[in-house]
């Protein structure tokens, strides 16, 4: 009963009340931060280093953490309302929670959002508080090898991601892995498909095609469809309340999805985005309905909140028993802490314990007041459908440019912006789904790297990949994830 | 509206300079700045630039070493790149900082700036990290011949570090090697995407070692740890945690690396300008704050001035040019 009297301990820092409002004060702006389309955690975190130079570290750890995590829940509000992922995080959300906003759900798919989402920070947080020291040998054992199985598991999703035309998906999917390929290569410093221009040297930033490929091509799509404002229930935000048989349903992908979603964030340099994704498309191939998946399934809206905010958490793990950032948000925060005066790393639980557990504390704390503060907050939010087409069109437009234009302070982003969303439109029109494309761009950079990374330790032997038994079962579970619906298929055949 | 505002400068100027008088001697020649100065971090938040610009403009506010604001401003792009294209339009600007570190000789090295550190004003050095050469603690090598003795046997040994081949670190260790005996091109470096990756995988077995920043490596060294360090770049042993660290001197390798960082700023700034940032800076390094702030994030001052500093980067970038024809990576 170790963990509980750390726990108690923990609880009696977060108790203080200088502490209840600063987790506070944290969560609520990490949901304003997290439902603004592009503003991310990072830069709002680069900014509060400053503030929290001065207090006591367990303080500052508990504002900021708030910020992080509050920001991952408070993103899927943009994502199911305008198609705009708040956070890189949330983009899988829009697969179904925008379509539901259309069908007059809006109100439906934030509750679910909220719900999952708290349940995932929860489940996740108790996790982190048991199995944490233990957790950091899972986190080092994946090495390049490792690294690539994982890539390639999780780009089999694209079959599901895929829903009319595999042939099309896969297209979607190889563009999505050219754009990650744009910049200079980590690997040589060669520079690929710049085309000579310095924007392009550090890539093309995921949120820039993520927003323009979903929001705006979706503004661009209703202009198209001349906009009279005829949009049928679109004004309607739709009940909150969830009946006894959706609970049910979504009970289980939000179960494993924060597990799943834990074990991802684990892993340094995974994290919330590839989190979502890995739950989305387990779901949608486990349930029995997984063709209505992005139509506006509810299960399609649980399991990517409850991953990613599962994952937000599980990225303390390496964070805090490492010293190691698993992703640019916590990296900041890991720089915050030394600036603070303390280094995380394997020692911190002995030297730092307030920090350790009183930051575990506060996120109980946390989430409470997320779901506390979300749930009221839901209806007006919702309002915002409510606004005439042209003003509503207009507003996602500002937000997708303010949110890039934010990101990098770079015209040239806007241009690419703009030039994503006439790509999406183009998709829509013929029927590419965008969603291989997204998942491709997310995995093909780690996937590469990955692959180069761990050829260059064999020296060139490709066995390497199969003599490691994670890295061996990784790819074996990707196999059968491919073939099995092709049995299945075969077996159901005879029948119709 | 500005010989106004002017004028009002002068109002509150003239009281405060009969004040500071007695400190130093005020003449009509000195130059000070007449609006907030632009202080460019040529990077995301978090990194090492963003970390020196924050903290410089911290200090210098609180301990209020200048009536001027500094102001932090994020231009990321390019591994710096873009900032340096900027900056190099705004010829002659006073108020106009970057920081800057090996990158701005080793980028355009490799051919991916147009601008290097010859065509901004050198202002200042400021302060230093070593490099640090990492195993896992349970690695059968004690000292860095045991690792090189290794290398010689089996090149395919795979030294990790945190930077794209061509950069710090690998240029770190490659002439590290040389200075051993051996070929700069032998090591079998494997980039990752930050000290911190390189780290964990040499706690995962996946590289035999690591080449990484003195400062970054501290918290993953003492007791309980699962590294353990075989030697530093430095001259002379560092304090603190990694006194322990021997230096690769002592270990027979007639061997040094600094990763120094430091401020530059706009091309031709006038004299005046550089003088007063160049005071104002060593001023800051002798404040309270300033030191309370450098130890916690493991940084080693170093100060050279505006000249000193301009011979350093043209030494080091001497440097730097004959290591990467070594190995094959220059591309100017």
Known sequence: MDALNNLMYGFGIALEPINIAYVFAGVFAGTIIGMLPGLGPISALALMIPITFAMEPSSGLILMAGVYYGAIFGGSTSSILLNAPGVAGTVATSFDGYPMAKQGLAGKALAIAAYASFIGGTVSIIFLMLVAPLLSKVAVSFGPAEYFALMVLGLTAVVSLSDKSLVKGLIAAVIGIMISIVGIDLQTGTERFTLGSMHLLDGIDFLVVALGIFALAEVFYMLLRGGGGKEPKRNVIGSLKLSGSEVKQIAGPISRSSILGFFTGVLPGAGATIGSFLGYSMEKRLAKDGDTFGKGNIKGVAAPEAANNAACTGSFVPLLTLGVPGSGTTAVLLGALLVMGVTPGPMMLEQRPDVFWGVIASMYIGNIFLLVLNLPLIPLIAKILDLPRPLLLSLILIFCMIGVYGMSFSVFDLMLLLGFGLMGLGMRLFGFPAAPLILALILGNIMEESMRRALQISGGDWMIFVEKPISLSLLLIALLSLTLPLLKKRRKRPVT | ?332
């Open chain 2, 1 to 332: 509206m500005t010989s106004l505002s002017l004028k009002r400068l002068a109002v509150i100027a003239l009281p405060m300079a009969a004040l500071s008088g007695m400190a130093t001697a005020v003449n009509a020649q000195e130059w000070t700045p007449s609006r907030s100065i632009e202080f460019v971090a040529p990077a995301n938040p978090g990194g090492g630039w963003d970390t020196l610009v924050r903290t410089v403009s911290r200090v210098i506010q609180e301990e209020q070493l200048s009536d001027r604001n500094f102001a932090a401003i994020n231009v990321p792009g390019g591994g710096g790149a873009v900032a340096w294209a900027q900056i190099a339009r705004d010829s002659g600007n006073p108020h106009k900082l970057f920081a800057t570190s090996p990158p701005v000789i080793l980028v355009p090295l490799a051919g991916a700036s147009r601008y290097d550190h010859s065509d901004f004003t050198p202002v200042a050095r400021l302060i230093t990290d070593y490099s640090i050469l990492l195993v896992a603690a349970d690695s059968e090598y004690e000292t860095i011949n045991d690792l090189f003795d290794a290398l010689r046997e089996n090149p395919n040994l795979s030294i990790g570090g945190g930077s794209a081949p061509g950069s710090m670190d690998h240029i770190s260790v490659a002439g590290l090697a040389s200075a051993a005996g051996l070929e700069a091109s032998s090591v079998n470096y494997i980039p990752f995407s930050g000290g911190g990756d390189a780290m964990t995988n040499l706690m995962g077995g996946h590289v035999e070692a690591v080449i990484t920043g003195a400062g970054e490596s501290v918290g993953q060294l003492g007791e309980g740890s699962q590294l353990r360090a075989l030697g530093v770049s430095a001259p002379e042993r560092l304090s603190g945690s990694l006194a322990d660290v021997p230096t690769y001197q002592e270990q027979g390798v007639d061997y040094t690396f600094d990763i120094w960082r430091g401020v530059m700023g706009a091309p031709d700034m006038p004299e005046e300008a550089v003088a007063y940032y160049e005071d104002l800076f060593a001023e800051m390094l002798e404040t309270d704050g300033w030191q309370r702030a450098r130890d916690q994030l493991g940084w080693i001052d170093a100060y050279q001035d505006s000249e000193e500093f301009g011979v350093f980067l043209d030494e080091q970038q001497e440097l730097f040019s004959s290591v990467l024809s070594d190995l094959g990576l220059l591309r100017q």
